[in-house]
């Protein structure tokens, strides 16, 4: 079992920045992949940055140089580091862990108006 607890959420405005945490329950040297999703109104969830154990990371089209995704192995925690926010970047955003089993945090929203 992994619990994934997300936090750093909130209101920014337009070009602004944030960074999201998502802090796992265990080792996440034991955690095959990590990685950040969203789910705006009305639209699927998609993925939006991922890590592997070995940490290569992968990016959507729509955050690549924006966004960056890092893990602090010693505080168990994924972080998504967020510049140039958009308005469409607004959304819910989940922590996911793969390991056999995949596991998904509560979400934190990201809301980004003026």
């Known amino acids: 079992q992994v619990q994934l607890v997300e936090s750093g959420g909130g209101l920014v405005q337009p070009g602004g920045s944030l960074r999201l945490s998502c802090a796992a329950s265990?080792?996440?040297?034991?955690?095959?992949?990590m990685g950040w999703y969203r789910q705006a109104p009305g639209k699927q969830r998609e993925l939006v940055a991922g890590?592997?154990?070995?940490?290569?990371?992968n990016y959507a089209d729509s955050v690549k140089g924006r966004f960056t995704i890092s893990r602090d192995n010693a505080k168990n925690t994924v972080y998504l580091q967020m510049n140039s926010l958009k308005p469409e970047d607004t959304a819910v955003y989940y922590c996911?862990?793969?390991?056999?089993?995949?596991?998904w945090g509560q979400g934190t929203q990201v809301t980004v108006s003026s």
């Open positions: 265990r080792s996440i040297f034991s955690i095959d992949h």
């Open positions: 890590i592997s154990s070995g940490g290569s990371t």
């Open positions: 996911r862990a793969v390991r056999v089993n995949v596991y």
